[in-house]
């Protein structure tokens, strides 16, 4: 049997550590090498649902009415999250945007950071976590409880009280 050498080299990672409120920080500020990542971003006028058979249906000439209503502020989005809302403006041949509200971090964040937050101020401020929500649809196939049948005598009696 043939053996093959290897080299094998030590991996290293940047210094990780426990921050402020437990969250991770690194040991250098990248920072300046995000500032040049490219986003996508687009300019969302409105939407609308249609059948497929409407979609398949479409053509030069065809009209599709918008949820949105004219004059209504359009949404900025930068990889698929809404980052601020504006006017369309004309600026020489070209449609572009006026920035009218910047959407706060916080509006844009996963479910999962938003929990992590509000769990963390729970605990800062030691009050108990809400009585979790059941799930939507959830026991479907119980069916509701039969009213009890009430027995003759307390039948009667209640109309002898109605007709006193």
């Known amino acids: 049997m043939k053996t093959k050498s290897i080299n094998v080299k030590e991996a290293t990672?940047?210094?990780?550590?426990?921050?402020?409120?437990?969250?991770?920080?690194?040991?250098?500020?990248?920072?300046?090498?995000?500032?040049?990542?490219?986003?996508?971003?687009?300019?969302?006028?409105?939407?609308?649902?249609l059948?497929?058979?409407?979609?398949?249906?479409?053509?030069?000439?065809?009209?599709?009415?918008?949820?949105?209503?004219?004059?209504?502020?359009?949404?900025?989005?930068?990889?698929?999250?809404?980052?601020?809302?504006?006017?369309?403006?004309?600026?020489?041949?070209?449609?572009?945007?006026?920035?009218?509200?910047?959407?706060?971090?916080?509006r844009f964040m996963t479910d999962a950071e938003k929990a992590a937050e509000e769990k963390a101020a729970r605990e800062k401020e030691k009050r108990p976590e809400p009585e979790p929500k059941p799930a939507p649809f959830e026991n479907l196939n119980d069916q509701p409880e039969e009213p009890a049948e009430e027995s003759a005598e307390e039948v009667e009696g209640a109309e002898e009280e109605e007709t006193e």
Do not use: C, H
Request: glycine share 8%.
């Open 51 to 106: 059948r497929m058979r409407d979609v398949l249906n479409l053509g030069q000439g065809s009209i599709i009415r918008l949820e949105k209503q004219a004059g209504a502020p359009v949404d900025v989005i930068a990889n698929n999250q809404t980052v601020a809302r504006g006017d369309v403006i004309v600026i020489d041949d070209n449609f572009g945007v006026r920035i009218t509200e910047i959407i706060s971090n916080r």
């Open 13 to 49: 990672f940047p210094d990780f550590s426990a921050g402020e409120n437990g969250k991770v920080t690194k040991s250098e500020d990248y920072t300046p090498l995000l500032m040049n990542v490219p986003l996508d971003v687009r300019v969302e006028i409105g939407r609308a649902k």
